[in-house]
């Protein structure tokens, strides 16, 4: 298995990273410098696009190079062709100290995201689903302080989630039609150790992989949530992963530099890179496309 770094660019918090099939390209954030990032890993061609807000979170849509971005404070649309974004829907427009975070499609094209709250660790933020239909709801899970780790089953009727400070990764029931949760309970549970956990993914067997903040280290869990295997990378803040390539088979992971002074970072030049690890000998499913 070999793990390496894609290029020399550093991140201050790169999350969020997909593979767009359509087009053979990665797409990640860095949130703190509200930058959209794309890359070719067949050519070598990198591309970004500045936007006006911090990007927390974004999906594919049907439209191929057409993404739907969740901001700050909102969610818009994206065409990165002309570079025009257009305003869809405010989030939390009465908490001024949330902002959106993590976020993934559902099975069937609803995009479902989380805020995290700026203003101190009261578990006030929430998670939101965003319909074809172009409804805003507010999912029925209890409140967190960091919204992450939001996946699904292949099936579509299992939802992942978790709230990063507690260190337990949660799993519902979850229908995809009408957005109601239930039997919520502990998928994973990481209190007895350092890291928190980041966000994941699900791959084509059922599992699920998790990037761990503090940890150095993505992992692998059973449906059951049992620990299958775990893959160590040269930097400490891990953020996201996706399964990506044309067998869906390379394993792509984000990192942050974000609070480390500048000692920290002379002494870990990985912190902050995007890493592509081949040889992990799964496979992943393709990203659901919102609408």
């Excluded at 509200?34 to 979170?57: D, I, M």
Aim: net charge negative; glycine share 12%.
């Amino acid at each position: 298995m070999n793990v390496q770094a894609l290029g020399n660019t550093r991140f201050g918090l790169s999350e969020g990273i997909l593979w767009d099939d359509r087009l053979e390209a990665l797409w990640w954030t860095d949130i703190h410098a509200a930058t959209l990032w794309q890359f070719h890993p067949g050519s070598g061609v990198e591309r970004s696009w500045h936007l006006p807000e911090r990007l927390g979170c974004f999906a594919l849509t049907a439209q191929t190079g057409v993404l739907l971005l969740g901001l700050e404070q909102g969610l818009a649309r994206f065409d990165s062709a002309s570079g025009q974004l257009t305003q869809l829907v405010p989030v939390a427009a009465n908490q001024p100290a949330h902002r959106v975070n993590d976020g993934r499609c559902d099975r069937a094209g609803n995009f479902v995201f989380g805020t995290l709250n700026e203003g101190g660790a009261d578990k006030t933020a929430g998670f939101y689903r965003y319909t074809r239909d172009g409804d805003l709801q507010r999912l029925s899970l209890p409140g967190v302080a960091i919204s992450n780790s939001i996946c699904f089953s292949p099936d579509g009727g299992t939802m992942y989630f978790c709230d990063s400070p507690a260190k337990r990764i949660m799993a519902c029931d979850y229908d995809e039609v009408s957005g109601r949760t239930g039997n919520i309970r502990v998928f994973v549970d990481l209190s007895r150790g350092q890291a928190d956990p980041d966000g994941a993914i699900v791959d084509a067997e059922g599992c699920l992989w998790s990037a761990e903040w503090g940890g150095s280290r993505v992992v692998r869990y059973s449906p059951h949530g049992q620990p299958l295997r775990e893959i160590a990378l040269p930097t400490g803040q891990i953020t996201c992963l996706a399964l990506g390539g044309p067998a869906l088979d390379t394993l792509y992971v984000t990192s942050a530099s974000a609070g480390m002074d500048d000692a920290a970072r002379a002494a870990d030049r990985n912190a902050g890179a995007v890493f592509r690890i081949d040889g992990a000998g799964v496979r992943g499913l393709p990203e659901c496309r919102f609408g």
